[in-house]
């Protein structure tokens, strides 16, 4: 078991114990703390990732969305799961993200897949050759990643898109697991906002990576150099404004700035 998660295996929900089954999953995976370590690869780990139940306020959040639904998606089969990574595992660059989108990763099973924020995203990741496509709209669309995987510390959509720190923190050995499955090839992760950035530093700095102190500090275009206690190579922490639809319309996040980040990132993972 790596360091990382033999730190974050005692991490509990204060939310935990199911009060009542929940409706589209009938196996559970079990604690993330107890399921995470076991996944041999990351299709094992994104199986496991997608049956769990360990926060009952999330659960009972993303069902309901799934049962209620939005007027434009009424007649679409929801998701209503935890929505795993997505991406190739020999991945040079990780996206981590905040949590699916209730209405969008939530109903297609996909991270940033069905929204503004996800449009957004795909079409700049197409335009810098890391997407076969500039659309990302379902599980089925055809679409690949090139050289980079998309994750999130939070892989279920929570109320009002604000997880609780007990559930983040419940969720945290997905995160770990995937990093340590990633670790041959990772050599840069872009962080979109602030609460991927805080939450992805505790993991790091259990890990094979080295934090520095004080911890850097997020913002658009905050790079941060982490060395590696294994031997190998550093890993690049990229910090960029979230893509929300609020900040897009408010410019303070546009098209060619997530561009930016992006080539940033290709550079500093030598992706061609």
């Known amino acids: 078991m790596s360091p990382t998660l033999r730190a974050t295996r005692g991490v509990l929900c204060q939310f935990c114990g199911v009060e009542k089954p929940p409706e ?3 196996d559970p995976s079990g604690e993330p703390a ?3 370590p076991g996944a041999g690869d990351l299709a ?3 199986e ?3 049956r769990c139940t360990a926060c009952p306020r999330l659960v009972e959040w993303r069902e309901e969305v799934a049962r209620v639904k939005r007027a434009a998606f009424r007649d679409e089969d929801y998701w209503g799961r935890p929505v795993p990574g ?6 040079e660059i990780a996206i981590v993200g905040l949590a699916p989108a209730a209405h969008g990763g939530n109903r297609t099973g996909r991270m940033f ?3 503004r924020s996800g449009d957004v995203l795909f079409q700049a990741l197409h335009d810098v050759g890391l997407a076969s496509q500039p659309e990302s709209v379902s599980l089925h669309d055809g679409l690949r990643l090139h050289h980079t995987r998309i994750t999130a510390p939070v ?3 929570p109320p009002a898109n604000k997880p609780t720190p007990a559930e983040r923190d419940t969720c945290r050995p997905w995160l770990v697991r995937e990093l340590d499955l990633l670790r041959p090839t990772l050599r840069v992760v872009v962080v979109l906002g602030g609460f991927g950035w805080q939450s992805l530093l505790p993991v790091l700095a259990d890990a094979v990576w080295q934090v520095p102190r004080p911890r850097p500090k997020f913002g658009h275009l905050a790079h941060a150099e982490l060395p590696a206690t294994d031997g190998g190579p550093p890993l690049h922490l990229l910090g960029c404004y979230h893509v929300s639809q609020r900040n897009v319309q408010t410019k303070l996040m546009s098209p060619a700035m997530l561009r930016e980040v992006l080539e940033r990132a290709k550079d500093l993972a030598g992706v061609a």
């Open 113 to 115: 897949t069905g929204d």
């Open 44 to 46: 094992e780990l994104d």
């Open 86 to 91: 997505f991406g190739p595992s020999d991945a």
């Open 34 to 36: 107890d399921a995470a």
């Open 155 to 157: 892989h279920c959509a």
């Open 48 to 50: 496991l990732v997608g």
């Open 24 to 26: 589209l999953i009938t």
